[in-house]
Nanobody, 116 residues
Framework: QVQLVESGGGLVQPGGSLRLSCAAP????????MGWYRQAPGKQREMVAV???????NYADPVKGRFTISRDSAKNTVDLQMNSLKPEDTAVYYC??????????WGQGTQVTVSS
């Protein structure tokens, strides 16, 4: 079983920034697909950003130009840099990885609240 651990969430004012990090106890190079998803109260979980081992990335329209997904091979983490945050970005954020053998794993989630 692979346990993913997210960190970096918190309370931030509109226009502020946060960096989420997802620690994966496997080599970053064994991860085919990594992604960040979010779920706001009363809403379904939605994709925020996805990146493949080939370097292709996809972002949800509401976060394009503001969020950046990346891998840190030195720390073995999958990170999400979030800039120009808006109240509508408030949600629990989850990371997901898909390994080469197609196994999927989710983290426990980290709360992001954007409010003045």
């Amino acid at each position: 079983q692979v346990q993913l651990v997210e960190s970096g969430g918190g309370l931030v004012q509109p226009g502020g920034s946060l960096r989420l990090s997802c620690a994966a106890p496997v080599s970053i190079f064994s991860i085919n697909v990594m992604g960040w998803y979010r779920q706001a109260p009363g809403k379904q979980r939605e994709m925020v950003a996805v990146s493949t081992i080939g370097g292709h990335t996809n972002y949800a329209d509401p976060v394009k130009g503001r969020f950046t997904i990346s891998r840190d091979s030195a720390k073995n983490t999958v990170d999400l840099q979030m800039n120009s945050l808006k109240p509508e970005d408030t949600a629990v954020y989850y990371c997901q990885i898909v390994l080469a053998d197609d196994r999927h794993y989710w983290g426990q989630g980290t709360q992001v609240t954007v409010s003045s």
